[in-house]
Structure formats: C-alpha cells, structure tokens
T-cell receptor, first 114, second 113 residues
Framework: SAVISQKPSRDICQRGTSLTIQCQVD?????MFWYRQQPGQSLTLIAT?????????ESGFVIDKFPISRPNLTFSTLTVSNMSPEDSSIYLC???????????FGEGSWLTVV | KQEVTQIPAALSVPEGENLVLNCSFT??????LQWFRQDPGKGLTSLLL?????REQTSGRLNASLDKSSGRSTLYIAASQPGDSATYLC????????????FGKGTLLTVNP
C-alpha cells in the first residue's frame, strides 16, 4: 500500500494569510485527491490533482481559494488562500494507485485559523 | 447526487460483543464501497474495499457486505475490543470515469473494557 506523508501536520494561522500543504507519496500513483474535514463533519472532496494540468474542482471549491499543484506522480500541494476561521479544518491528501482500487489517506493537516 | 447515510451515529458496547454498523447510499451505480477507520487526531485507515461485483469482504474480525441493488452495506465486527474504539466511515466510489468517494458522517464506536 502507498505511504503518504503530509506537511505540516498542524498549524495555527492568522486570518488573511495563506498556507501550503504538501503531500508526498512513496510510489507513483495515478490519482491524487484533496479532501476537507470540517469539525464534526465527514470528508468532502475539494479537487482531483491532475499531473501536468489544472486540478478538477468540485462544486463549491474554486482555484483562487484552493490552488493545487501536481508536478509529478508522487507529489502535490494544496494552498488555502486568504484564510478565515471557517477554513479551520483537517485537510487530507489521498491517493488511488489504480482506478477503482483502494484509496489511501495521509495523516491529515490540522489547520486552525485565528 | 450520491448521498451516504450511516446508522447509528454513535454506539457504545461492552468488550467482547459482536456488532454491526450500517451504511446506505442513494445511487446504486457505484464502482466500489470502502470502509475506513479514523482515530482521534489521525487520518483514515482503509479497512475493507468491496468492488461492485462482490458481495462481501473479510479481514480478520471484520466482515463487510454489500447489497448494491438495495443500496446497503454492513460492517460486522466480531468479538469487539477496546482498541476497536474509533470512528468508522463508509465511502462509496462513483461510476463512469469519476472514481471519487462520497463519505458518510461515520459511526463513533466506543468499546468499554
């Protein structure tokens, strides 16, 4: 199974600033995804990170707020821009080695915006 | 739009008891269904993956079943232990070229010694 490392694991951020979360996988994977888990809620898909092209965003999420990069098959970043307290969440990177197979998650990045 | 519901929202049982967690989904056109475990402050750990053509999967004390036509899955945990205490999440994988997962809100399980 893929091993996923996320950085930072936790951070406290000031309102109005931006933070970039990194996701590193120990093997090349086809699909990489970014999820958000707000306090007391389940996971919501933000976007699919596409290698070499723009990410595919889900309804309610836009590139200006959540720019995503995926320069290769093992690495992706998610930036949370112009943060507000409503952005306080766990942000999780996930990967799918082959379409339709098991999806693996990183440990998550816990962001608190003050 | 796919919707996933998990019942119960929370469950507390004594150690050693067998238990069942339920998951239902509204759109039966799924590729697969996956059960995850989430410990407090941690990411998700995959427990079992059931492809849409399968009826069940087993791993140790865990057994997951899938009835795609009725839009239901169950996760059976045998001889529960305090270490099983966690939130259990059900997620269904969509059809077509979109393999994204739709998650339920989870069942918070507490196994008391």
């Amino acid at each position: 199974s893929a091993v996923i490392s996320q950085k930072p694991s936790r951070d406290i951020c000031q309102r109005g600033t931006s933070l970039t979360i990194q996701c590193q996988v120990d093997s090349q994977v086809t699909m990489m995804f970014w999820y958000r888990q707000q306090p007391g809620q389940s996971l919501t898909l933000i976007a699919t990170a596409n290698q070499g092209s723009e990410a595919t965003y889900e309804s309610g999420f836009v590139i200006d707020k959540f720019p995503i990069s995926r320069p290769n098959l093992t690495f992706s970043t998610l930036t949370v821009s112009n943060m507000s307290p409503e952005d306080s969440s766990i942000y999780l990177c996930s990967v799918e080695e082959d379409p339709g197979n098991t999806i693996y998650f990183g440990e998550g990045s816990w962001l608190t915006v003050v | 739009k796919q919707e996933v519901t998990q019942i119960p929202a929370a469950l507390s049982v004594p150690e050693g008891e067998n238990l069942v967690l339920n998951c239902s989904f509204t759109d039966s056109a799924i590729y697969n269904l996956q059960w995850f475990r989430q410990d407090p402050g941690k990411g998700l750990t995959s427990l079992l993956l059931i492809q849409s053509s399968q009826r069940e999967q087993t791993s140790g004390r865990l057994n997951a079943s899938l009835d795609k036509s009725s839009g239901r899955s169950t996760l059976y945990i045998a001889a529960s232990q305090p270490g099983d205490s966690a939130t259990y999440l059900c997620a269904v994988g969509g059809g077509g070229s979109n393999y994204k997962l739709t998650f339920g809100k989870g069942t918070l399980l507490t196994v008391n010694p």
